[in-house]
């Protein structure tokens, strides 16, 4: 043996160039899920993720280190009831544990009044109740319309290709449900809101409620998003061991099923050849080849930067280039703490519940604190909502008996000043709001504080282009067939053999499986795959009843 | 609602040890469950994002496995495993010298070619890998056979290859006596000496000289000549372990912790979940075997009901030593780089794609001037066992190489300063600790201060102003992360003669056997050869799995060309 | 020693449910234990003489299992059940034409009382009164493959059949304010029914519980008279009939013998381990076949199984559920002379001397924000009440006598009279503290108050003594009664029928524990009150597993679905009684 085969021996690392008939850029919920589909269907698929961990947003990481994990997209598991990935994969039992409490979304006053959303319709009412017997009553009364609307349409279609506008508003005709929700879609939420509830703190929760996660309360056209978002935001699922732990799940069905992940594999470009997408580069100078290529990213990145403009007609890449991105971010403060927060007002339930809005005290209030956000501003009317992580998971905690929860509320990408300074500044107003619904958030209590800002989610996730959540704005001419545009809601792209399906696909964001199901869907249609799985119940009654 | 569930193997611990254990035994064609309590696998192998765009690595940061056979045997590169080609030159760091008060000592020729010498490099052709494989990937004897000279691998290796290595006295020697029998400066045998300390076995101790020179040679990859780390960090090279058992079959359940072994007529029968585990308190049924991927104070002393031990087994375990130490690690986040002080402007600097191209310090340790000044260090922490009394000047630290941010890492894209590589002093475990358990936990800023202070000698940067953040985890915050990593302590049980091969952690449990039928251990604090995540364990452990007829691998399979099998027993040697 | 003990079943409580169960059991030949914590079995099916010569039920009084089939099958007029023919325990809905309000009585009108028998199937001929009451509680929830619509759930198929012009799918998703809104005329008598419906069980405002609520307020009725009566020997001397039928047919029973764990081996329930101040200690009763909860799911499953055995979010999902709005706080008076009721609550054409001397009213029963007041007092601000005891509303249920024959009180010169109820927080939740109603007295003057508002001699010269109960001392001495809830969990939507108390656990079987059955008000369809009907659905289920196989007496309901892939509960050759 010579010297040379002595250094040449030691261990094998993965090739410079490989084969694949797919390639998924992004090992987020939605890359993860078009993953494992296509890999158990028998294709050869390479996923490739940026950081060290697969996840995306399905993270629990140890930002308060050492010691304490959080989990910031706790909130965010509301469609666990209807996601197709759930069944196919057999996930619940013993892979991942769902703990969805009753006590679900709390918004508590400064004079220590109170309102409960829960799981059961009943409790929720009695909570009203101390506020507008009226309201009370009002709220079963819609609920039974925008349940149906939610469970009969709204749901299942999340999971089943969409339709232009025209098409769906004839499809809703069908039927007395189709058109109580054509009647919602064009009010606005602040409309819908005000008509069905009379007392103005009502009104307050409801509008953050079905608003938080970035609509205009005041823009027409997304008023089924009210239904949708107050019926999922009551059945809220905790992902028990932290929401990782879903990714991981997934990530083992993906290679149980003979995929590849690649972790710390940053994408340099999409190889395109011959108008077709043929591979990706990475920029550690590895090259992946394959039939197909899918982009769970923003648009900008996917078009811009890894395909580049010289590989798109004009009209398109005017298209992408007209991509808005959401109209608010987050800034969030995480903190380990002693006790969980404890808070005092006139329902002790408050202090089991999943999330607990603070700092609005009206409807007004709200609105001005939006307003606010939108223009790039923070005012001293800021509120948010909290959770405890611990509530309901010890392992969140290395130290025994000690707790993490994090408050989280609307924020401008941009601040004046920075958020390199702002966010300091914004750690004290805080605790200083928190402390005054929760006495017991004071500092004697608080082990640790961190907080990310807007710029911060933009760092760890780089296709959360300006802090957005959701890879873009929520607004009519972004949303069903015009997500990301017209052009690629179907998940296809003008680029042969790219498929786009993340979060700024339909039907987008939150953790809502759609997009990498449409799109595990589409390209296995494409490559003439056989299906291995079948549509739900639901999604089947939805496609009889309103597409045939 | 979930029910008992049953397996051919249950492992104990999701960590390097009990993954790429379950990898060679699904592998094997077992059916494997892993139970791991945290709400993710890796252990020790892990890395985390404190602040969005910065990795750390709480524990193992280096790569030293490069020799095992289970990159091979396992195939690691069909999972993803790549390495991070921005190395530090060792032999260039070697070269530039060592710290000392008094400026760089540089390293002469004869440190250099005795240095290569003892790790196999001199050798036509270089026997460094089958030094390595001897030392670390090869089961202890069995009890039956003597233990001399003759059969003891690394010597046998020597006597092949580098017959004057081999003197009478190499098994009973300290490091420092073989390196003052090949090496020549103070500094340099000071800086291995520390760094042995810091990797398992101290240079001081009596009888581990080559084990301990080698864990610390065990750095140089043999392929470069260099030192590097995986892609992603050790949690990279992790992830290609975890899915090389999950793609053979291996069921991993994570938050769920294991309260109790359940043992029926001294046999290991299965596990009982902790009450909070994720599938509640549930029993998980071993058809062949449990193996306890924790350490042996879980095991032994937690999980295994007192009725099935007897005590004077008990009291050996339980008389383990968890001494040399515990690593206080501390990384900062700066806005201007840390560099060597003007006095060592000598040392290696190292380009680091942090916020673009940028000099920053390479490793080193400091203050290397004496022998004096190291066991003045080490009587603080092993045998005074206090809170530092040594002022901060005279402390000794070892400051990893930051090879770790490579142009083509994300980490490297990071704008918002400097993350400097991992600082690390040996402080007392805190089970030790006379001033108590939680001594350092209360003492910590003054701790940080006082460390800051002692690196602050040969180097710049670490003012006030320009540090934005500092991590460190103490030894007790490092168990309460990795329950495994008892007393904080990095490579288990100390690695002295008396807790190593053979005797590792004591004489009935170094083949990995235990008294409860059924029931194997398989943890750095269990088994030869320790801690560094070199998938040497479960590799040696499959030589006793295999004698015990539960693994029967494929042709993939090799053992240890220096295996002795014990009497009666399968040979791991295939036909 | 006594040695361990086994049976084919093993049943924790002889409570109602519980007994019925073993009653059923037994009659099949099985081998039965019934193991009661308390010295006397009968679970809230209580009368006791705390004065002597006095008699009082501190919970059920009136007999609201006249249509089930358990009088037949189990035979219970031969171990002696007689009922009180002339009955007073609630003003009998044919005589009674007024409500009263703050304001005086308000007269139920024609519409309100056809509108009342047509949703309660009375105006048929044949009347389906009876059809509907089994389809509502006497038929065990339909197995998951079954989608539930108006076309699958009993009672809309009795609906369908009977009175089709009610048939509508609104029907399932209405309150029962929505359906009587629709049916009824007068805002007191709607307010009366639903103030009788929350204390009876579904309560009138609740989404989806329109029919239930209805059913649950309208069984009080026995088919035959439309008048609610109580048995002779009041509700226990019912359970007495009960209890003997099981003896009769060889259960064993042991009292004062806590159970302190469900032994589970290998997914299965093999057995119970008794709490060590068990009358034989803490020794084990094993299960050939299985092991039956008749007591509260709470403990059954947070304390008597544990997490040993369960998963986090079930556990979770079980301590969530709901115990609210079935906690009431009731008193009695022990009077020297017999209550009058005051001139402008005078009933015209009122016969007392048939109904002892004073029947209580529901009272006040003027409007819907009064009653939504005191529900939102109760369930929304979980309180003790700050309303003014003129605005509280409450029931006052027996005159002193039930019939002559056999009076509530032998003692000279006193009459009992009561109980009176009034809905009271759920001491779990009640914000102002668990112990916040054991202000005995305070609580019992705010009652007297209340009821003064139509009593005119209520006084100090007229009472001898208030005997009061709080929720909480419910609690205590019918452990089964968690919260002092008389229906076990509130019969909302989410927590009735194929809901009740989860999904999962709607047939009584209990998935991932073989063996292991639900037989209590508080864990399975329909609830509370007595109605010998969780026993009879849960045979369908007993049956279905091979575990139960009855004779000819057995008949299912028609209802009823089996499982997929189950023994059905119907019997091959239809039985002699069946058809009826």
Not at chain 2, 108 to 118: I, V
Not at chain 2, 415 to 444: H, L, M, T, W
Not at chain 3, 198 to 221: D, F, N, Q
Request: proline share 7%; glycine share 8%; charged share 20%.
């Amino acid at each position: 043996m010579t010297t040379d085969d002595y250094f040449g021996h030691m261990f094998q690392e993965f090739p410079e160039n490989s084969e694949w008939d797919a390639v998924i850029i992004g090992a987020g919920p939605n890359g993860l899920m078009a993953a494992a589909y296509l890999a158990k269907a028998g294709l050869k698929v390479a996923l490739i993720e940026r950081r060290y961990e697969i996840g995306g947003g399905l993270a629990t990481e140890e930002i308060l280190y050492p010691c304490y994990s959080s989990n910031p997209h706790v909130i965010y598991h509301m469609m666990v009831d209807y996601m197709p990935v759930i069944k196919d994969f057999n996930l619940d039992g013993a892979s991942l544990l769902w703990i969805k409490p009753n006590a679900q979304t709390a918004m508590v006053f400064e004079d220590g009044k109170s309102l409960l959303l829960t799981q059961m319709i009943e409790d929720t009412k009695d909570s009203i109740s101390k506020f507008s017997f009226k309201d009370a009553v009002n709220f079963g009364k819609v609920m039974r319309s925008w349940r149906r609307i939610v469970d009969e349409i709204v749901a299942p279609a999340t999971y089943v290709p969409t339709m232009t506008p025209i098409e769906m508003s004839m499809a809703l005709q069908k039927t007395k449900v189709g058109q109580e929700m054509l009647e919602l879609i064009e009010q606005s939420p602040l409309e819908i809101i005000n008509h069905t509830f009379e007392n103005d703190r009502v009104r307050a929760l409801m509008l953050y409620a079905s608003c938080m996660w970035g609509l205009d309360p005041r823009e027409t056209g997304i008023g089924f998003f009210v239904p949708l978002l107050l019926d999922r935001g009551m059945n809220k699922c905790y992902c028990y061991g932290g929401s990782h732990k879903f990714a991981s799940a997934m990530g083992r069905e993906l290679v149980k099923a003979g995929g590849l992940i690649l972790e710390h594999a940053e994408v340099n470009k999409i190889i395109v050849q011959n108008g077709r997408a043929a591979g990706v580069e990475l920029a550690e100078g590895r090259t992946l080849r394959s039939k197909v290529v899918m982009s769970t990213l923003d648009p900008h990145t996917t078009f811009l930067d890894l395909v580049g403009a010289q590989h798109l007609d004009k009209d398109f890449k005017a298209l992408i280039d007209g991509w808005k991105y959401d109209k608010w971010s987050f800034y969030t403060l995480h903190v380990a703490s002693e006790e969980p927060p404890r808070y005092k007002c006139d329902d002790p339930w408050v202090n089991d519940a999943f999330m607990t809005i603070f700092g609005i005290e009206s409807t007004e209030q709200l609105l001005a604190h939006w307003d606010n956000v939108v223009a790039g501003k923070i005012g001293a009317n800021f509120g948010g909502h909290a959770t405890c992580e611990t509530l309901h998971d010890p392992h969140l905690s290395d130290k025994p008996g000690k707790h993490t929860s994090f408050f989280q509320m609307h924020a401008p990408y941009e601040i004046p000043g920075g958020w390199e300074k702002k966010g300091k500044e914004m750690e004290e107003a805080i605790l200083a709001k928190w402390q005054k619904v929760a006495p017991n958030m004071k500092r004697e209590n608080i082990i640790m504080t961190v907080h990310e800002t807007p710029v911060d989610i933009e760092t760890r996730f780089p296709n959360m282009r300006r802090g957005g959540i959701k890879h873009g704005d929520y607004k009519p001419i972004q949303l069903g067939s015009f997500r990301p545009n017209q052009e690629c809601s179907s998940t296809r792209t003008p680029v042969e053999g790219l498929y786009v399906c993340g979060a700024s696909t339909y039907p987008g964001g939150l953790v809502l499986g759609g997009p990498g199901y449409l799109g595990a869907n589409k390209v296995a249609e494409d490559l003439g795959v056989k299906k291995w799985w079948k549509t739900t119940p639901e999604m089947e009654r939805y496609i009889k009843t309103y597409l045939t | 609602m979930s029910r008992d569930e049953r397996y051919d193997v249950v492992i104990v611990g999701g960590g390097p040890n009990g993954m790429a254990t379950a990898a060679y035994l699904a592998k094997c064609g077992l059916s494997v469950c892993v139970l791991e309590e945290r709400v993710e696998c890796g252990g020790a192998c892990e890395t985390v994002e404190p602040i969005p765009g910065v990795r750390i690595y709480p524990h193992a940061m280096l790569m030293y496995a490069a020799p095992a056979p289970g990159f091979e045997q396992l195939e690691l590169h069909k999972y993803g495993f790549r390495m991070a080609w921005n190395p530090v030159d060792m032999m260039k760091s070697l070269t530039a010298g060592n710290t000392t008060t008094q400026g760089v000592s540089p390293i002469t020729e004869k440190d250099a070619m005795g240095f290569a010498k003892l790790g196999g490099l001199l050798g036509q052709p270089p026997f460094t890998q089958e030094l390595m494989r001897a030392t670390f990937w090869c089961p202890p004897h069995p009890s039956e056979v003597e233990v001399t000279d003759e059969n003891t691998p690394y010597i046998q290796v020597y006597k092949k290859y580098q017959p004057d290595v081999c003197t009478p006295e190499l098994r009973e020697w300290t490091m420092f006596e073989l390196m003052d029998e090949f090496l020549e400066s103070e500094p340099f045998k000071v800086t291995m000496a520390f760094a042995a300390w810091a990797s398992g076995a101290a240079g001081h101790w009596e009888g581990v000289a080559i084990p301990a020179l080698l864990s610390v040679q065990l750095l140089i990859l043999p392929n470069t000549g260099k030192l590097s780390i995986p892609r992603g960090g050790l949690h990279g090279y992790f992830h290609a372990i975890h899915r090389c058992a999950v793609a053979h079959g291996t069921v991993v359940r994570t938050a769920c912790p294991v309260d109790e072994i359940i043992v029926q007529d001294g046999r290991a029968m299965g596990v009982r979940l902790r009450e909070t585990a994720a599938i509640g308190g549930r029993k998980i049924w071993a058809n062949k075997a449990v193996i306890a991927a924790v350490d042996y104070k879980q095991t032994f002393l937690k999980m295994i009901g007192r009725e099935h031990l007897d005590p004077s087994f008990i009291q050996k375990v339980k008389d383990i030593s968890l001494k040399n130490g515990t690593l206080y690690v501390t990384t900062y986040h700066t806005r201007k780089p840390i560099q060597w002080n003007q006095r060592y402007k000598a040392m290696q600097e190292s380009e680091t794609g942090v916020s673009g191209p940028a000099k920053v310090a390479s490793g080193g340790v400091y203050p290397s001037d004496s022998r004096e000044l190291y066991y003045e260090n080490v009587a603080d922490c092993d045998a005074r066992k206090s809170l530092p009394t040594l002022p901060p000047e005279k402390l000794m630290w070892f400051l990893t190489p930051s090879q770790a941010f490579n142009p083509t890492d994300c980490q490297g894209q990071y704008r918002n300063g400097y993350i400097s590589a991992a600082f690390e002093v040996n402080v007392p475990v805190p089970e030790y600790q006379i001033e108590g358990i939680d001594a350092q936990d209360k003492e910590k800023v003054k701790l940080d201060d006082y460390m800051r202070k002692a690196f602050s000698q040969a180097l710049d940067g670490l003012d006030e102003e320009n540090i934005i953040h500092c991590w460190s985890a103490t030894g007790r915050e490092v168990e309460f992360r990795n329950t495994g990593l008892i007393g904080g302590t990095w490579c288990g049980s100390r690695h002295c003669r008396d807790q190593s091969w053979t005797r590792r952690p004591i004489p009935e449990l170094a083949r990995y056997r235990t008294p409860i039928e059924g029931l194997y251990t398989c943890h750095q604090t269990t088994g030869h050869p320790g801690g560094l995540c070199l998938m040497a364990i479960p590799y040696n452990l499959m030589h006793i799995l295999i004698e015990d007829g539960i693994a029967e691998p494929g042709k993939w399979w090799y053992p240890s060309p220096y295996y002795i099998p014990q009497k009666a027993k399968v040979s791991a040697i295939p036909r | 020693m006594n040695k361990e003990e086994r049976y084919d079943i093993v049943i924790i409580g002889a409570g109602h449910n519980g007994t019925t169960t073993a009653a059923y059991l037994a009659k099949c030949g099985l081998s039965v234990c019934m193991l009661e914590e308390r010295p006397e079995c009968g679970g809230a099916q209580e009368t006791c003489e705390p004065i002597a010569g006095v008699r009082i039920q501190p919970h059920a009084i009136a007999n609201y299992g006249g249509s089930a089939p358990g009088w037949e099958q189990l035979e219970l007029w031969k171990y002696g059940f007689r009922m009180d023919w002339k009955a007073g325990a609630i003003v009998p809905f044919d005589t009674d034409r007024y409500m009263t309000t703050s304001d005086g009585l308000s007269q139920v009108t024609d519409k309100d009382k056809m509108g009342y028998a047509k949703i309660t199937g009375l105006l048929t001929d044949p009347p389906f009164f009876k059809d509907l009451m089994r389809a509502t509680f006497w038929c065990p929830p339909h197995p998951p493959h079954v989608e539930l619509n108006e076309h699958t759930i009993p009672f809309m198929q009795v609906y369908k059949q009977h009175q089709p012009d009610m048939w509508t799918r609104e029907l399932l998703e209405w309150t029962m304010f929505d359906l009587m809104d629709e049916y009824l005329d007068t805002e007191p008598f709607k307010v009366n029914q639903a103030w009788i419906a929350l204390v009876s069980g579904a309560h009138g405002h609740m989404e989806g519980a329109a029919i239930p609520a209805l059913c649950s307020v309208a069984t009080v009725m026995p088919p035959a008279v439309a008048m609610p009566v109580a048995p002779r020997g009041n509700i226990h001397g019912y359970y007495h009939a009960l209890l003997r039928c099981a003896i009769a047919h060889g259960a064993v029973v042991r009292t004062c013998c806590p159970v302190e764990e469900i032994i589970i081996e290998h997914d299965r329930a093999v057995g119970v381990r008794l709490r060590d101040d068990a009358t034989w200690g803490a020794k084990k009763i094993w299960a050939n076949k299985a092991v039956i909860s008749a007591v509260h799911i709470k403990p059954t499953f947070l304390e008597m199984i544990g997490p040993r055995h369960l998963d986090s979010g079930f556990l979770q999902r079980i301590k969530d559920l709901s115990l609210k709005g079935g906690s009431l706080y009731m008193t009695h008076y022990l009077t020297r002379e017999r209550l009058r009721v005051r001139p402008k609550f005078q009933t015209p054409g009122y016969r007392y001397e048939n109904y002892g001397s004073f029947t209580g009213p529901f009272f006040p029963n003027d409007s819907r924000e009064l009653y939504f007041e005191n529900v939102t007092e109760v369930m929304g601000h979980q309180r003790n009440l700050t309303i003014p005891p003129e605005r509280a509303m409450y029931g006052m249920v027996a005159g002193e006598t039930y019939a002559e024959c056999h009076p509530q009180s032998t003692r000279p010169g006193v009459y009992i009279n009561g109980p009176q109820w009034m809905l009271v927080p759920t001491p779990e939740y009640n914000v102002d503290g668990m112990d916040a109603m054991e202000d005995k007295v305070k609580w019992n003057e705010y009652m007297r108050k209340a009821l003064s508002q139509v009593v005119e001699n209520l006084d100090s010269d007229n009472i001898v003594q208030i005997i009061g109960e709080s929720p909480r001392e419910q609690e205590f001495r019918n452990t089964g009664m968690l919260g002092g809830s008389w229906y076990g969990l509130r019969c909302d939507r989410d927590q009735w029928w194929n809901e009740r108390p989860l999904p999962e656990l709607a047939r009584y079987r209990v998935p991932g524990i073989d063996g292991l059955y639900l037989s209590h008000q508080s864990s399975a369809h329909p609830g509370g009150l007595c109605l010998m009907a969780v026993g009879y659905n849960l045979m369908h289920i007993l049956i279905e597993d091979g575990i139960a196989e009855p004779g000819d007496w057995w008949y299912a309901s028609p209802w009823y679905i089996p499982e997929k892939g189950k023994k059905s509960a119907i019997p091959s050759r239809p039985s002699s009684v069946a058809t009826r």
